[in-house]
């Protein structure tokens, strides 16, 4: 099967976005072997749908085109800006982060009036982008749909299951190292 079907495969539309589901790096980028060779999707998609990507520039994801994931292979939400310029204009998790940096800047209590000096405030970077909430109303919207769920008993039994597996792989791991 041509890459670029393999690629397609494993897209959901998000948005505008066409958020690639499989092969999601740590940073967010998604990859695929290319005759044993692992490229980025969002290249081979802009290669493959657009054209050829002129040496040493960057595929920009460009957000003021509506694109939230650096897991997004949409074409039309790629730019090849040079190196610099990809610099220049930060990436989506340094924007986001900026954005929270400023909404929690010189803010001494959530909206639900936890004090965030005491119970901090929550960082999760995923898919490139950042998110940070107060941990304490984290805390409490954990615990409290877990309760929901603990109280509907196919969704406990699904959650049970659901732990009982994460503990079989942990346990697997470590035997295997
Ligand atoms: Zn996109
Ligand atoms: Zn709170």
Redesign the pocket.
């Known amino acids: 099967m041509p890459p670029i079907e393999r690629l397609m495969r494993n897209v959901v539309l998000d948005g ?3 958020r690639a589901t499989k092969g999601i790096r740590k940073d967010g980028y998604c990859q695929i072997e290319v005759a044993g060779k692992k490229v980025l999707g969002h290249r081979l998609s802009y290669e493959h749908f657009t054209g050829p990507i002129a040496d040493g520039l960057k595929l920009d ?1 460009v957000r003021e085109r ?4 650096r897991s ?1 292979i ?1 074409p039309a ?1 790629l730019e090849p800006v040079t190196h610099g310029e990809n610099i220049r204009r930060g990436t989506q998790a340094e924007r986001t982060r900026a954005y929270y940096d400023a909404l929690w800047a010189n803010r001494t209590h959530c909206d639900h009036g936890h004090r965030l000096a005491e119970v901090g405030i929550y960082t999760e970077e995923r898919d490139g982008m950042v998110t940070r909430k107060c941990a304490g109303c984290r805390r409490e919207t954990k615990s409290e749909t877990h309760r929901k769920a603990m109280a509907d008993p196919a969704k406990a039994a699904s959650i049970r299951e659901r732990n009982r597996l994460a503990v079989a792989r942990y346990r697997a791991k470590r035997a295997a190292a």
């Open positions: 505008t976005c066409w994801h509506g694109c939230r994931f997004c949409n939400h």
